[in-house]
C-alpha cells in the first residue's frame, strides 16, 4: 500500500523545528508499505512513539511559538507526548532553570547556584545559561573557547568537584580525569610544558595516540594510548613544568595528559567551600620540541578563540558567577511557560536536569519544583549526550548515583531513566 504524508503533520513538523526528510521530496512521495503480518518483525504504539521535542530557542522566540496561531499549528500536528530537551549542557553551561534561588558565596553571587524549589506567585517564563568559565573545550560560540590554550594566565581549566574521592567515595585513580590535544596534524615533538593551577596533579601521565584518526572516533581497536618513555611523573609539584617526554623526536597529534592524584589545594577561589580544592586545574599547555640549548618551542595557538588550538577535557566545574549570566544566548523556556501553555496536552512529558555541568542539590530543586507544581511528569532524562561530551561511562555512572540519591531525597516517586545519547561511538 501507500503511505502519504499529510501536509498539515508535515507543517506542523517544520512549526516544532522537525525535519522528517528533505522539503523537496515530502510532498506526494510513496513509500511501499510491507503489511503482511507474517512479515512482522516489531510493534510500536504511535501515540507512545510518536511525538515532539522543544529545545533552546532564540531568545524572545518561546512568546510566539507557544502561543496562537503558532501554537494551533504544532497541535494540529496531530503529535502526542513532548519532551523538554536542553540545549546549556552541549554548550558547556551551568543552567539556572529557576532565575530564583542562592549562590555558594551569596555576598559575591557567585560559586554553585542552586534553584528554589518552591513555588512562588511569579510563574517561570524563562530560563537562561552561563557560559562555564572553567572550561576546556574549543568548541562553543560566545565565551565557547577553552581556557587551555586561550593565552590568558589568569584563566585556568578545572575538573568537576563531584568526580573526586570527597564525593564519589572512591579513590581519585578510579576516575582519572583527562585534557586532550588536537594539534591539528602530525608534527616531530619530544617535550610538553604545562603551567599547573591549584589544585595540581601529583601523579599524572603525559601520551600520545597512536591511530591515524581522532581518538573518539577511531575507538579502543584501532590505536592506543601510549606514555611517552619519559611522560609518568609521580611526584608532581605543580608550578610551570617543562617536561622532557622522549631523547628522540616523535610525530603525534594528539596528546593527553592523565591525572590520577590530586594535590586537594584550593583554587582562586578560596578554601571555605570544599569543591574549591578537589580536582585538577591547568592554566595553560604548550607542546613542541626541546633543543639541545634549552629552548621550548611552542607548536600550540594560544588565542581566546576557534583560532586556538582545539582540546578537550574529561569533565567541567560547574562553578560560575552571575556576571556570567547571558541572556543573549537563547531561551531555555521557562518550564510554568512550557507546561501551562498547552503544548503538552496535559500528557505526562519527559523532563531534563542538567548533570555534567550542574550540582546534585539543584537538579533535586529542580524536580521538586515541577512535582510541587502537579505537573504531570513521565521520566527525568539524567545529563544530555554525555557521549558527545565524551564524558567516561564510570564518571557519568559516579554522577547518576550522587544526583539520583539527592532527587530521590526530595521526590522518592521520581521516575529516572539515562541520558539523551548523541549515539554516534
Not at 5 to 30: D, T
Not at 89 to 108: Q, T
Not at 185 to 198: G, M, Q
Not at 311 to 338: I, K, L
Request: charged fraction near 20%.
Amino acid at each position: 500500500m501507500a503511505l502519504h504524508i499529510n501536509r498539515r503533520v508535515f507543517k506542523g513538523c517544520l512549526a516544532m523545528g522537525m525535519f522528517l526528510f528533505p522539503m523537496s521530496r515530502a510532498i506526494g512521495q510513496e513509500v511501499i508499505v510491507d503489511a503482511a503480518p507474517s512479515h512482522r518483525v516489531n510493534t510500536f504504539s504511535p501515540p507512545h512513539a510518536l511525538g515532539a521535542a522543544i529545545d533552546r530557542l532564540r531568545t524572545g522566540t518561546p512568546d510566539k511559538l507557544l502561543t496562537d496561531p503558532l501554537l494551533k499549528e504544532i497541535l494540529g500536528a496531530g503529535w502526542q507526548t513532548v519532551t523538554y530537551r536542553q540545549n546549556t549542557e552541549l554548550m558547556v553551561e551551568a543552567w539556572h532553570w529557576n532565575p530564583n534561588g542562592k549562590w555558594s558565596d551569596g555576598e559575591k553571587q557567585q560559586g554553585y547556584f542552586v534553584g528554589n524549589p518552591d513555588p512562588a506567585g511569579e510563574m517561570i517564563r524563562h530560563s537562561w545559561a552561563a557560559p562555564l568559565p572553567h572550561r576546556g573545550f574549543s568548541r562553543g560560540d560566545g565565551n565557547g573557547w577553552s581556557r587551555l590554550t586561550d593565552g590568558d594566565p589568569k584563566s585556568y581549566w578545572k575538573s568537576n568537584p563531584y568526580l573526586a574521592k570527597a564525593y564519589t567515595g572512591e579513590q581519585d585513580s578510579l576516575h582519572p580525569q583527562w585534557v586532550m590535544i588536537d594539534l591539528g596534524s602530525k608534527i616531530d615533538l619530544n617535550a610538553i610544558r604545562i603551567a599547573w593551577a591549584e589544585p595540581y596533579a601529583r601523579r599524572y601521565s603525559v601520551q600520545f595516540w597512536t591511530g591515524e584518526m581522532e581518538p573518539f572516533y577511531d575507538g579502543t581497536t584501532r590505536g592506543t594510548w601510549q606514555t611517552f618513555p619519559l611522560g609518568a611523573v609521580t611526584e608532581g609539584r605543580g608550578g610551570t613544568i617543562t617536561l622532557k617526554l622522549v631523547s628522540w623526536m616523535i610525530p603525534v597529534r594528539y596528546l593527553r595528559i592523565l591525572m590520577t592524584e590530586s594535590s586537594n589545594t584550593c583554587d582562586t577561589h578560596g578554601s571555605a567551600d570544599q569543591r574549591n580544592c578537589v580536582g585538577y586545574a591547568i592554566q595553560e599547555v604548550y607542546a613542541g620540541a626541546l633543543s639541545a640549548d634549552g629552548q621550548f618551542n611552542d607548536s600550540i595557538t594560544h588565542f581566546p578563540s576557534r583560532q586556538q588550538t582545539v582540546t578537550w577535557p574529561s569533565s567541567v566545574d560547574p562553578w560560575h558567577a552571575a556576571s556570567d549570566m547571558d541572556e543573549s544566548r537563547g531561551d531555555q523556556v521557562g518550564f510554568d511557560f512550557f507546561f501551562t501553555s498547552g503544548v503538552t496536552r496535559g500528557l505526562p512529558t519527559m523532563v531534563p536536569i542538567a548533570m555534567l555541568y550542574s550540582t546534585p542539590e539543584d537538579a533535586a530543586s529542580e524536580i521538586a519544583y515541577l512535582f510541587k507544581r502537579h505537573y504531570p511528569i513521565s521520566w527525568i532524562e539524567m545529563g544530555e549526550e554525555a557521549d558527545g561530551q565524551h564524558m567516561l561511562p564510570e564518571d557519568y555512572g559516579a554522577l547518576y548515583l550522587q544526583f539520583a540519591t539527592a532527587i530521590h531525597k526530595l521526590v522518592p516517586q521520581a521516575k529516572l531513566g539515562g541520558p539523551a545519547f548523541e549515539g554516534t561511538f
